[in-house]
């Protein structure tokens, strides 16, 4: 393994330096938002990014000293540990006295610091010579984070997400040592892919990998949560009524579902429906309850109805369901129990199901079969039609997984399909041709003059309005089952596929 490079003092000084060209160095802090409202938007845009390059370096340096100071408060040490010497009970609550930030923020520190210490060098004058005996499977997130392709917030959500590699993932022949290589080569995508979204969606995605290589985690995930699932009641001192729900991984799909089909128009689902929606539609809109209000009062009204409403009286013209989708290829070997060694995924989101659930709801309403090639381009159905499909917008999210919009969280069932060559100048109404964008992007991309484009079979490409700065941009999917047509490089897919 090669020595880390730490020049950060160096890079972080000339951060603060392009960071003082642009504000001033005799700025009083008292008069700074004046001096700020001086700027264009460009200048303030350059400012938010310089000043965040200087937090990350110095969240990299916290994380660094938030581990040397859980290595010298090692519960071996007992009241001789810093910690314990300056009062404290933990390193986090020390370092949280110090920064003044929160737990959580001083949780992560930590965490990360210690997962550094697992593949740094013992001392800096060894470094050259002397080199750990086994490279830790995130060794590459640490790499990563002191060159300054991640942050420490990064960092931690993809450690996090990816959690630590099982000792077998339920296959035959799948050593140790390839379930390891998995799990860092899994790490490395996941780096590579952290530029362009937001540190939410890289735990998401990261939860999403790791439950797609540990079938059999995810199952033992399910079956915690389903075992901790529960709904109590109380009464405060004002004999104010309040209720909790602790969710398994299903419901909770299921009354996201139900939530999300009341609270469509408002949350701004599609434009493309009937008039019998749309004035649905504006009616809620106009409604002067809150969000809040509106979802206490469905549930009731759920409760109420039971099996003797019809699904239209609450629920409206949509009714709600959950898709799941799974690699059909995937979905055919059995434990010992005969359970389904398989992860599906929410078609929303992404979020993991058991192999277990998806073998039950198969049983129970039957599947829908989307069929894609190795590049993940599904079939098309030519140019009779101006709008897609119900079919066809299916397979849009099975390839997308939402809005493909950059750092769009937007689900799929919230999404428009747009025509990447538009209808009105010969474009076919091919998915092929057709990406899910949500209703804002998809009206700021016709109405601000950004295109999308695709050569053949490659990749939507998202091109800026002419005159304007910035390149264009690869559009990654969102889908969690992305991996069944986006595999690693030939060489580096070992146990890949083993889940």
């Given at each position: 393994?090669?020595?880390?490079?730490?020049?950060?003092?160096?890079?972080?000084?000339?951060?603060?330096?392009?960071?003082?060209?642009?504000?001033?160095?005799?700025?009083?802090?008292?008069?700074?938002l004046e001096v700020m409202r001086r700027f264009d938007d460009d200048a303030v845009v350059d400012i938010v990014?310089?000043?965040?390059?200087?937090?990350?370096?110095?969240?990299?340096?916290?994380?660094?000293?938030?581990?040397?100071?859980?290595?010298?408060?090692?519960?071996?040490?007992?009241?001789?540990?810093?910690?314990?010497?300056?009062?404290?009970?933990?390193?986090?609550?020390?370092?949280?006295?110090?920064?003044?930030?929160?737990?959580?923020?001083?949780?992560?520190?930590?965490?990360?610091?210690?997962?550094?210490?697992?593949?740094?060098?013992?001392?800096?004058?060894?470094?050259?010579?002397?080199?750990?005996?086994?490279?830790?499977?995130?060794?590459?997130?640490?790499?990563?984070?002191?060159?300054?392709?991640?942050?420490?917030?990064?960092?931690?959500?993809?450690?996090?997400?990816?959690?630590?590699?099982?000792?077998?993932?339920?296959?035959?022949?799948?050593?140790?040592?390839?379930?390891?290589?998995?799990?860092?080569?899994?790490?490395?995508?996941?780096?590579?892919?952290?530029?362009?979204?937001?540190?939410?969606?890289?735990?998401?995605?990261?939860?999403?990998?790791?439950?797609?290589?540990?079938?059999?985690?995810?199952?033992?995930?399910?079956?915690?949560?389903?075992?901790?699932?529960?709904?109590?009641?109380?009464?405060?001192?004002?004999?104010?009524?309040?209720?909790?729900?602790?969710?398994?991984?299903?419901?909770?799909?299921?009354?996201?579902?139900?939530?999300?089909?009341?609270?469509?128009?408002?949350?701004?689902?599609?434009?493309?429906?009937?008039?019998?929606?749309?004035?649905?539609?504006?009616?809620?809109?106009?409604?002067?309850?809150?969000?809040?209000?509106?979802?206490?009062?469905?549930?009731?009204?759920?409760?109420?109805?039971?099996?003797?409403?019809?699904?239209?009286?609450?629920?409206?013209?949509?009714q709600p369901g959950v898709r799941m989708v799974v690699v059909r290829d995937a979905a055919e070997p059995r434990?010992?129990?005969?359970?389904?060694?398989?992860?599906?995924?929410?078609?929303?989101?992404?979020?993991?199901?058991?192999?277990?659930?998806?073998?039950?709801?198969?049983?129970?309403?039957?599947?829908?079969?989307?069929?894609?090639?190795?590049?993940?381009?599904?079939?098309?159905?030519?140019?009779?039609?101006?709008?897609?499909?119900?079919?066809?917008?299916?397979?849009?999210?099975?390839?997308?997984?939402?809005?493909?919009?950059?750092?769009?969280?937007?689900?799929?069932?919230?999404?428009?399909?747009?025509?990447?060559?538009?209808?009105?100048?010969?474009?076919?109404?091919?998915?092929?041709?057709?990406?899910?964008?949500?209703?804002?992007?998809?009206?700021?991309?016709?109405?601000?003059?950004?295109?999308?484009?695709?050569?053949?079979?490659?990749?939507?490409?998202?091109?800026?309005?002419?005159?304007?700065?910035?390149?264009?941009?690869?559009?990654?999917?969102?889908?969690?089952?992305?991996?069944?047509?986006?595999?690693?490089?030939?060489?580096?897919?070992?146990?890949?596929?083993?889940?």
């Amino acid at each position: 393994m090669q020595p880390w490079n730490m020049a950060i003092l160096n890079d972080m000084r000339g951060r603060i330096d392009a960071l003082e060209s642009r504000v001033g160095a005799d700025v009083d802090g008292r008069f700074l938002l004046e001096v700020m409202r001086r700027f264009d938007d460009d200048a303030v845009v350059d400012i938010v990014a310089k000043a965040s390059e200087v937090k990350h370096d110095a969240d990299r340096i916290v994380a660094v000293a938030a581990a040397v100071l859980a290595e010298r408060s090692t519960r071996e040490k007992g009241q001789a540990g810093v910690a314990a010497v300056r009062g404290h009970s933990s390193p986090i609550s020390l370092v949280q006295s110090i920064s003044g930030g929160t737990r959580a923020d001083a949780v992560r520190a930590v965490r990360v610091g210690e997962s550094l210490l697992d593949g740094a060098p013992a001392a800096v004058d060894e470094a050259i010579e002397a080199a750990p005996v086994v490279v830790p499977w995130h060794d590459p997130l640490g790499r990563a984070m002191f060159s300054g392709a991640l942050t420490s917030q990064q960092h931690a959500a993809i450690l996090r997400g990816l959690g630590e590699p099982p000792a077998s993932i339920g296959r035959d022949g799948v050593s140790g040592e390839e379930i390891y290589e998995v799990w860092s080569l899994a790490a490395t995508q996941l780096i590579e892919e952290a530029a362009g979204v937001d540190v939410e969606e890289l735990a998401r995605r990261a939860r999403q990998v790791r439950d797609a290589l540990d079938p059999v985690g995810t199952e033992e995930r399910h079956a915690q949560r389903f075992g901790a699932r529960k709904f109590r009641m109380w009464t405060d001192a004002e004999g104010g009524r309040h209720g909790h729900f602790d969710f398994d991984d299903e419901q909770a799909a299921f009354w996201d579902s139900v939530i999300a089909s009341a609270l469509r128009p408002r949350r701004g689902g599609p434009r493309f429906v009937t008039d019998e929606e749309r004035a649905a539609a504006d009616e809620l809109v106009a409604d002067p309850r809150t969000n809040d209000q509106l979802v206490y009062d469905l549930v009731t009204d759920v409760f109420r109805a039971g099996a003797l409403a019809s699904a239209s009286d609450v629920f409206g013209a949509r009714q709600p369901g959950v898709r799941m989708v799974v690699v059909r290829d995937a979905a055919e070997p059995r434990d010992a129990f005969g359970r389904l060694l398989a992860t599906g995924h929410l078609e929303d989101g992404g979020d993991a199901i058991a192999g277990s659930v998806i073998d039950r709801a198969m049983c129970d309403v039957g599947t829908v079969e989307v069929v894609m090639d190795s590049c993940g381009n599904p079939l098309d159905v030519g140019r009779e039609r101006r709008l897609f499909t119900a079919k066809q917008k299916l397979t849009l999210a099975v390839r997308d997984g939402g809005c493909m919009w950059p750092g769009c969280r937007v689900a799929a069932s919230y999404c428009e399909a747009h025509h990447a060559d538009r209808w009105s100048e010969g474009g076919r109404t091919d998915t092929e041709c057709g990406i899910l964008l949500c209703r804002f992007h998809h009206m700021l991309l016709h109405n601000a003059g950004w295109q999308i484009r695709r050569d053949s079979a490659g990749a939507f490409v998202l091109h800026p309005p002419p005159g304007t700065d910035g390149s264009p941009r690869v559009l990654r999917s969102r889908s969690a089952v992305r991996w069944a047509w986006d595999p690693p490089p030939p060489g580096m897919r070992v146990g890949w596929r083993a889940a």
